[in-house]
Nanobody, 128 residues
């Protein structure tokens, strides 16, 4: 079975921090690019961050650079999303994804159709 499982979501105060994790089930994900997306009620899925298979290249939308950080630990087959200075508008379900094809640009990383596997999502709620 191939799957991704997110964890670490919860309720935090505005200005606080939260770290999400995404554990992969098999070795196949080691060489996959990995990404995070989020979706708020009534809104489209939004790109948050991505990292190539080696962890050496990361991608972010300009609006989140400096506040969110993606990283991966291939020894643990896990990808993380560190979220700092959280705002109420960050409230959403956060999804982990994996792309079997390498991502070589921000444009590719932002495209939801470039990802082959998705986790079930974890809720992040930021209160004011």
């Amino acid at each position: 079975q191939v799957q991704l499982v997110e964890s670490g979501g919860g309720v935090v105060q505005a200005g606080g921090s939260l770290r999400l994790s995404c554990a992969a089930s098999g070795r196949t994900f080691i060489r996959y690019a990995r990404g995070w997306f989020r979706q708020a009620p009534g809104k489209e899925r939004e790109f948050v961050a991505a990292v190539d298979w080696s962890g050496g290249r990361t991608y972010y939308p300009d609006s989140l650079k400096g506040r969110f950080t993606i990283s991966r630990d291939n020894a643990k087959n896990t990808v993380y999303l560190q979220m700092n200075s959280l705002k109420p508008e960050d409230t959403a379900v956060y999804y982990c994804a994996a792309a079997s094809r390498g991502l070589i640009s921000t444009a590719q990383a932002m495209g939801v159709t470039n990802y082959d596997y998705w986790g079930q999502g974890t809720q992040v709620t930021v209160s004011s």
